[in-house]
T-cell receptor, first 113, second 113 residues
């Protein structure tokens, strides 16, 4: 089983729609969680961190469910500019000082006009 | 954007030649990482560094070596390039390591013929 799993998509949605992605992780001891956005042929960019209490940034809401070991990303009022691949990122290690993050393979979103 | 510069941005070379990729940061961050990204695999960690002269292997380190002689520079070397090392290579930095998000450079597209 992969450490971080995502539905590759693509999710094709019309402008203005609400869309949600889930991501599951295998290590229950995972400490920190992030969503990144990656545009075609570009570097990944941090979209938001995911906190235990959930967090919201404008049209974007991230939530963490430790019991079921998944994180989610909700995008409201989708814009054409939201079209990208969304990467789920987890730190699966306890020794946070040295270890790197584990990246999911990404979920592709295509917002249609 | 984080001050990260990767060089070269593009490179085409032949099998068996040595290749060195450079990552330069101006943020004075302690942690630096090298990833490769291939279709169907997402981002995979090659090596990372947690300080000057302190490095460790990631999940796909075979065929790669790294060096970090000063805080701002992290070099990735392919001693004898193979076609399987054709990929997009990303450098990332992090201020405090595992529990903190990473910020990425623009990437290097490497083709080995």
């Amino acid at each position: 089983r992969k450490e971080v799993e995502q539905d590759p998509g693509p999710f094709n949605v019309p402008e203005g729609a609400t869309v949600a992605f889930n991501c599951t992780y295998s290590n229950s001891a995972s400490q920190s969680f992030f969503w990144y956005r990656q545009d075609c042929r570009k570097e990944p960019k941090l979209l938001m961190s995911v906190y235990s209490s959930g967090n919201e940034d404008g049209r974007f809401t991230a939530q963490l469910n430790r019991a079921s070991q998944y994180i989610s990303l909700l995008i409201r009022d989708s814009k054409l500019s939201d079209s990208a691949t969304y990467l789920c990122v987890v730190n699966p290690h306890m020794d946070t000082g040295r270890r790197a993050l584990t990246f999911g393979s990404g979920t592709r979103l295509q917002v249609q006009p | 954007d984080a001050g990260i510069t990767q060089s070269p941005r593009h490179k085409v070379t032949e099998t068996g030649t040595p290749v060195t990729l450079r990552c330069h940061q101006t943020e004075n961050h302690r942690y630096m990482y090298w990833y490769r990204q291939d279709p169907g695999h997402g981002l995979r960690l090659i090596h990372y560094s947690y300080g000057v002269k302190d490095t460790d292997k990631g999940e796909v380190s075979d065929g790669y070596s790294v060096s970090r002689s000063k805080t701002e520079d992290f070099l990735l070397t392919l001693e004898s390039a193979t076609s399987s090392q054709t990929s997009v290579y990303f450098c990332a930095i992090s201020e405090q390591g595992g529990n903190q998000p990473q910020h990425f450079g623009d990437g290097t597209r490497l083709s080995i013929l």
